[in-house]
């Protein structure tokens, strides 16, 4: 089968991505397909029209990749491709939209507050900063709406610490969020088709966070698959991370990353198309469950080829496309 | 169809990447981050204005010149520069760099000298050479972004000495040293990138320069001096090297062809006293065994023909103007917040905005805008230092990139001004500071020169 690789593109995560589609195009080699690597920019329609892939595989992290955009392409021209479709990538992309899906399907996420811009810039939002600060107590976390990798995420421990927050939140897109800062453990649930893998454990061995460099440095956080839970902490995890990935439309395969608090989990974000690199945590999920890492992109890949196209939608003729 | 061999990668595992882990040396853990590397990474699209390179502009470089010598040492020299050559490099090698020191004021003993693949390489081997685990050594704040990893990977404790407009301040390293005394540990080197520094652009005194030699020569302490960009001076006399004022005894020097010839070529050196240089050369032996015939060859030619000092002065009048606009591009775009300074030479100017803005943040709103610089914690061991200011290049792209590049970063910075300010309801605009003023961290680098005048 001939499965283009989707990877790259102009998002500050393209280093990651590239790295998680050199990956997935070794895994596809050795499952004896034909890898049609794309580093994504502005012959992507153009070559995806003259090679007419079977299927794309979507190895894209960030805004362009992960938003929805790349998928909007894929589907007008008829490719089936891996993960969630276009309205969830949007979706978990943006944080804000994210968490009001979460919230009114009853899905346990931090309380926050969500500001663009212009309402600081032009309506005077700063004045109710101090209101705000009250009600989400300190300290908290000051995040950009669509972004990833923790990039531009800070933690104000004070008052006066909250506008230096906002402008480096600023720095990455127009919206932010101000969220209630939740102590506890730091767990991710893969989601796979419909099935939870195993959970994830992350614990940082340098530094007090699970911030950028410790996502993608090898030894810098410590994994523990499966988690330490007890049974009844495993299933109130595991439920909570199904239901948003439903609440928020995912199919194929998602990540969501959660914090477990003392009073039960809670929904911190849903990851479209999370990392598959080597230190990525779908992969090491997939593996506690005793899958390996071709296992995986073929079932991704199987789910992909599952899912029916939208029928008015499609330019490339879809007959031709055959399974190996 | 034939079985075409699989990389290997596809074979790791989350299971061997543990394992692996638990094989890594200690050093590994004080390597420094690949987010700065992923943020680069994207620096490299050719949409991107990048201010953030340390690149010397090769491309007036006689394009005849290259392939009249290549040709030659083909035709001429195949066995001897297809064949591996002495560790120290070659005696022709050596006379090529005694000149280029000489036109320095420098004049080493040729058998003091090494030849390494690039400064870089006579970094790492010194400290090979020099440091254990948590032995102290002393640089400059901020220092050579390139320096930071090589310390970090022999696990010394850097100390960072604050420098101001006129280098290092050696005062202050002077408290250092004696602090240190008074813990009874004493630093390996102090590591010095005296003239047109790199990030910072600001070049040592005359004064501190003997100071400092004075302070070595008391203390029987090594200083290495980096010096790739001494010839590259647009204005002001020229200053003598710390080797020169020290005679070699106390001061290891670093040298490079790459900012006057070629970084392509990969060929530095270091001079240094024969005990310390003997294990030098070991440590080259086991690190590559010699730097490239071919490059060294080239450089040989390169030099025969006596033209070469032509070429730097080609440079320096290229660069010359480059700094000039950005200096310009800075008055125009930059906030009066801002501060810069204004290098006589060199490839760097080092910018500092208003504390509350992170560079590393900026970058990437910056890139949004298509234009890329050095982040300042690049040039910090504490990577919570330098997070206000950044690295400028303005060698390696043309004036008028350099023109927009500023335009575009200065109006990044001033939407986060005028953002911060909404925020907190500070609208006034302090006046810029001037030289001396203020707090004892006032006239820390960097601050504007005063009366705004040209360096």
Same mark, same amino acid.
């Given at each position: 089968?001939?499965?283009?690789?989707?990877?790259?593109?102009?998002?500050?995560?393209?280093?990651?991505?590239?790295?998680?589609?050199?990956?997935?195009?070794?895994?596809?080699?050795?499952?004896?397909?034909?890898?049609?690597?794309?580093?994504?920019?502005?012959?992507?329609?153009?070559?995806?029209?003259?090679?007419?892939?079977?299927?794309?595989?979507?190895?894209?992290?960030?805004?362009?990749?992960?938003?929805?955009?790349?998928?909007?392409?894929?589907?007008?021209?008829?490719?089936?491709?891996?993960?969630?479709?276009?309205?969830?990538?949007?979706?978990?992309?943006?944080?804000?939209?994210?968490?009001?899906?979460?919230?009114?399907?009853?899905?346990?996420?931090?309380?926050?507050?969500? +500001?663009?811009?212009?309402? +600081?810039?032009?309506?005077?939002?700063?004045?109710?900063?101090?209101?705000?600060?009250?009600?989400?107590?300190?300290?908290?976390?000051?995040?950009?709406?669509?972004?990833?990798?923790?990039?531009?995420?800070?933690?104000?421990?004070?008052?006066?610490?909250?506008?230096?927050?906002?402008?480096?939140?600023?720095?990455?897109?127009?919206?932010?969020?101000?969220?209630?800062?939740?102590?506890?453990?730091?767990?991710?649930?893969?989601?796979?088709?419909?099935?939870?893998?195993?959970?994830?454990?992350?614990?940082?061995?340098?530094?007090?966070?699970?911030?950028?460099?410790?996502?993608?440095?090898?030894?810098?956080?410590?994994?523990?698959?499966?988690?330490?839970?007890?049974?009844?902490?495993?299933?109130?995890?595991?439920?909570?991370?199904?239901?948003?990935?439903?609440?928020?439309?995912?199919?194929?395969?998602?990540?969501?990353?959660?914090?477990?608090?003392?009073?039960?989990?809670?929904?911190?974000?849903?990851?479209?198309?999370?990392?598959?690199?080597?230190?990525?945590?779908?992969?090491?999920?997939?593996?506690?469950?005793?899958?390996? +890492?071709?296992?995986?992109?073929?079932?991704?890949?199987?789910?992909?080829?599952?899912?029916?196209?939208?029928?008015?939608?499609?330019?490339?003729?879809?007959?031709?496309?055959?399974?190996? | 169809?034939?079985?075409?061999?699989?990389?290997?990668?596809? #074979?790791?595992?989350?299971?061997?990447?543990?394992?692996?882990?638990?094989?890594?040396?200690?050093?590994?853990?004080?390597?420094?981050? !690949?987010?700065?590397?992923?943020?680069?990474?994207?620096?490299?699209?050719?949409?991107?204005?990048?201010?953030?390179?340390?690149?010397?502009?090769?491309?007036?470089?006689?394009?005849?010149?290259?392939?009249?010598?290549?040709?030659?040492?083909?035709?001429?020299?195949?066995?001897?520069?297809?064949?591996?050559?002495?560790?120290?490099?070659?005696?022709?090698?050596?006379?090529?760099?005694?000149?280029?020191?000489?036109?320095?004021?420098?004049?080493?003993?040729?058998?003091?000298?090494?030849?390494?693949?690039?400064?870089?390489?006579?970094?790492?081997?010194?400290?090979?050479?020099?440091? @254990?685990?948590?032995?102290?050594?002393?640089?400059?704040?901020?220092?050579?972004?390139?320096?930071?990893?090589?310390?970090? !990977?022999?696990?010394?404790? %850097? %100390?960072?000495?604050?420098?101001?407009?006129?280098?290092?301040?050696? $005062?202050?390293? $002077?408290?250092?040293?004696?602090?240190?005394?008074?813990?009874?540990?004493?630093?390996?080197?102090?590591?010095?990138?005296?003239?047109?520094?790199?990030?910072?652009?600001?070049?040592?005194?005359?004064?501190?320069?003997?100071?400092?030699?004075?302070?070595?020569? *008391?203390?029987?302490?090594?200083?290495?001096?980096?010096?790739?960009?001494?010839?590259?001076?647009?204005?002001?006399?020229?200053?003598?090297?710390?080797?020169?004022?020290?005679?070699?005894?106390?001061?290891?020097?670093?040298?490079?062809?790459?900012?006057?010839?070629?970084?392509?070529?990969?060929?530095?050196?270091?001079?240094?006293?024969?005990?310390?240089?003997?294990?030098?050369?070991?440590?080259?032996?086991?690190? @590559?065994?010699?730097?490239?015939?071919?490059?060294? #060859?080239?450089?040989?030619?390169?030099?025969?023909?006596?033209?070469?000092?032509?070429?730097?002065?080609?440079?320096?009048?290229?660069?010359?103007?480059?700094?000039?606009?950005? %200096?310009?591009?800075?008055?125009?775009?930059?906030?009066? *917040?801002?501060?810069?300074?204004?290098? *006589?030479?060199?490839?760097?100017?080092?910018?500092?905005?208003?504390?509350?803005?992170?560079?590393?943040?900026?970058?990437?709103?910056?890139?949004?805008?298509?234009?890329?610089?050095?982040?300042? *914690?690049?040039?910090?061991?504490?990577?919570?230092?330098?997070?206000?200011?950044?690295?400028?290049?303005? !060698?390696?792209?043309?004036? $008028?990139?350099?023109?927009?590049?500023?335009?575009?970063?200065?109006?990044?910075?001033? $939407?986060?001004?005028?953002?911060?300010?909404?925020?907190?309801?500070?609208?006034?605009?302090?006046?810029?500071?001037?030289?001396?003023?203020?707090?004892?961290?006032? @006239?820390?680098?960097?601050?504007?020169?005063?009366?705004?005048?040209?360096?």
């Amino acid at each position: 089968m001939k499965v283009a690789v989707l990877k790259g593109g102009r998002s500050l995560e393209r280093g990651v991505s590239l790295r998680s589609g050199a990956r997935v195009e070794d895994a596809l080699k050795r499952l004896g397909h034909e890898p049609l690597p794309i580093d994504a920019g502005g012959d992507l329609v153009k070559r995806l029209l003259a090679e007419r892939p079977d299927v794309a595989f979507v190895a894209m992290h960030g805004p362009g990749g992960e938003d929805g955009t790349a998928q909007e392409l894929l589907e007008i021209l008829g490719v089936p491709f891996t993960g969630p479709g276009v309205a969830a990538c949007a979706r978990c992309m943006d944080k804000v939209l994210a968490k009001h899906e979460l919230r009114e399907a009853g899905v346990p996420t931090p309380d926050w507050f969500a +500001f663009n811009e212009t309402a +600081f810039r032009e309506l005077g939002a700063g004045d109710a900063l101090g209101d705000l600060e009250e009600r989400l107590g300190f300290p908290l976390v000051v995040k950009p709406s669509r972004g990833g990798s923790a990039l531009g995420v800070k933690f104000a421990a004070s008052s006066p610490e909250v506008p230096e927050a906002l402008v480096s939140a600023f720095s990455y897109d127009d919206r932010v969020l101000l969220e209630r800062f939740v102590e506890g453990r730091e767990l991710a649930v893969s989601v796979l088709g419909s099935e939870p893998l195993p959970v994830v454990e992350a614990i940082p061995t340098g530094g007090d966070r699970y911030d950028f460099e410790a996502r993608y440095e090898i030894g810098r956080t410590e994994f523990v698959c499966p988690a330490e839970l007890g049974e009844a902490e495993a299933a109130a995890v595991t439920a909570a991370a199904l239901a948003a990935y439903e609440a928020l439309g995912c199919a194929g395969f998602s990540r969501v990353d959660l914090i477990l608090a003392a009073d039960g989990p809670q929904v911190l974000e849903v990851n479209a198309i999370p990392g598959l690199t080597d230190t990525s945590l779908l992969p090491q999920a997939a593996e506690a469950a005793g899958m390996s +890492f071709e296992e995986l992109v073929e079932r991704i890949l199987d789910l992909a080829l599952d899912e029916p196209m939208p029928a008015h939608l499609g330019v490339l003729s879809r007959g031709s496309r055959s399974r190996t | 169809m034939p079985e075409t061999p699989h990389r290997r990668r596809a #074979h790791i595992r989350t299971r061997d990447l543990e394992r692996y882990a638990g094989l890594f040396a200690e050093r590994t853990g004080v390597m420094r981050s !690949s987010a700065m590397r992923d943020l680069m990474a994207i620096t490299a699209r050719p949409e991107v204005i990048s201010l953030a390179g340390g690149l010397p502009d090769t491309s007036t470089f006689p394009a005849g010149t290259f392939a009249a010598q290549m040709t030659r040492i083909a035709q001429e020299s195949t066995a001897e520069a297809l064949q591996y050559g002495p560790t120290e490099g070659f005696a022709e090698t050596v006379d090529c760099i005694l000149e280029v020191m000489g036109a320095e004021g420098m004049l080493p003993d040729p058998d003091d000298v090494i030849v390494t693949t690039g400064g870089q390489q006579a970094i790492d081997l010194i400290c090979k050479t020099l440091v @254990d685990p948590g032995d102290v050594v002393v640089c400059e704040a901020p220092t050579y972004p390139g320096a930071v990893p090589v310390f970090c !990977s022999y696990q010394a404790d %850097v %100390v960072q000495i604050e420098c101001d407009d006129d280098g290092m301040r050696i $005062e202050d390293l $002077e408290g250092v040293l004696e602090r240190l005394d008074g813990e009874d540990r004493r630093p390996k080197f102090v590591y010095s990138v005296p003239t047109f520094q790199n990030p910072a652009g600001v070049t040592l005194s005359l004064e501190r320069r003997q100071r400092l030699v004075e302070l070595a020569r *008391q203390r029987e302490l090594l200083v290495v001096e980096d010096n790739p960009y001494g010839l590259l001076r647009f204005a002001g006399e020229p200053l003598p090297p710390l080797y020169q004022l020290d005679g070699g005894d106390f001061v290891i020097y670093v040298g490079t062809l790459s900012k006057i010839l070629s970084p392509g070529i990969r060929l530095g050196w270091a001079v240094a006293p024969p005990p310390i240089m003997e294990k030098i050369v070991l440590g080259k032996q086991a690190a @590559d065994l010699c730097t490239s015939t071919l490059t060294q #060859h080239f450089v040989r030619e390169y030099f025969a023909e006596g033209r070469w000092r032509e070429y730097v002065d080609s440079l320096v009048e290229i660069y010359r103007r480059r700094r000039d606009t950005m %200096v310009e591009s800075l008055r125009e775009h930059f906030p009066a *917040q801002a501060s810069w300074t204004e290098p *006589q030479g060199g490839l760097f100017i080092w910018a500092t905005l208003p504390d509350y803005i992170d560079t590393g943040d900026l970058l990437a709103k910056a890139l949004r805008e298509d234009v890329a610089f050095v982040p300042g *914690q690049a040039a910090y061991v504490d990577e919570s230092r330098g997070r206000s200011s950044m690295r400028l290049n303005f !060698s390696g792209v043309g004036e $008028e990139e350099i023109r927009e590049g500023v335009r575009r970063i200065g109006k990044a910075v001033a $939407e986060q001004v005028d953002l911060y300010n909404t925020l907190t309801g500070e609208h006034q605009v302090p006046a810029p500071r001037a030289q001396g003023e203020g707090t004892e961290r006032a @006239d820390v680098l960097p601050f504007r020169r005063s009366g705004e005048g040209s360096a």
